[in-house]
């Protein structure tokens, strides 16, 4: 007689996963959100007569909200008021968000590890409106449902306070959660954190080689990223 064999159910799925929380950067990572910000960055300090190029914003990319005006101001060497500038950035994002592109092997990767009942949260330096409506546009808000922005913490990325947040919500030890990033501070930041690291590369030409203290690097960046092969990666070692 033929064994009797049964077709795994989810739930048999999600119990052969390892035991972890995956935490996820949200822009340049889930969205392809940085020529959104770049283009809300550039309209709040034209204001100011302050003309904003590519090539300048490309410096911050990967810094929080707040940090990325600090740090446009002092490269202009100007006292700006920044409080203005982030209340005219949020509402030019505002009029982009819903329209914002997500990145399909990110997307295909939470939806497998949310379907195998994997914990997953957004960490990110964003506010948290942003991220719950970034996660609207993109089909994911119920997959991932604890945001963490930089606001509720003391200090953005490359310090670990967002990280090791998101991970006490989610009730799991940092040595059990994987980030993914996309870029240098976020991966200093999951390292500091204690947490293991993706790290697929937002700006990859050239190539930073902090990126390096990576735990795996898909150094091509999002065009060579693969959700199901990023998905065997976390479920297997």
Not at 32 to 42: K, Q
């Amino acid at each position: 007689m033929a064994p009797d064999v049964q077709t795994p159910t989810t739930q048999d799925a999600a119990t052969r996963v390892p035991d972890l929380a995956v935490l996820w950067d949200l822009d340049g990572t889930l969205i392809d959100s940085e020529p959104l910000l770049f283009e809300a960055e550039r309209a709040a300090v034209a204001v100011d007569g302050l003309e904003l190029t590519p090539e300048l914003k490309s410096r911050f990319v990967g810094l929080g909200g707040h940090e990325v005006l600090a740090a446009i101001a002092d490269a202009f060497g100007v006292d700006a008021d920044l409080d203005a500038w982030a209340a005219r950035k949020s509402a030019a994002y505002l009029d982009l968000l819903d329209t914002v592109p997500p990145f399909a092997p990110t997307v295909e990767l939470a939806r497998r590890l949310a379907a195998a009942g994997v914990p997953m949260a957004v960490a990110s330096g964003s506010p948290v409106w942003v991220i719950r409506r970034a996660l609207v546009a993109i089909g994911l808000v119920e997959a991932i449902p604890v945001h963490v922005s930089v606001a509720d913490v003391a200090a953005g990325k490359p310090a670990p306070d967002v990280f090791l947040e998101a991970a006490a919500r989610l009730g799991v030890p940092p040595q059990r959660c994987v980030v993914v990033e996309d870029a240098v501070p976020g991966v200093l930041a999951a390292k500091a954190a204690g947490m293991r690291c993706i790290a697929i590369p937002y700006l990859h030409d050239p190539l930073d080689e902090r990126f390096g203290a990576a735990d795996l690097l898909v150094a091509g960046g999002m065009a060579s990223a693969d959700g199901g092969t990023l998905f065997d990666w976390l479920t297997t070692t």
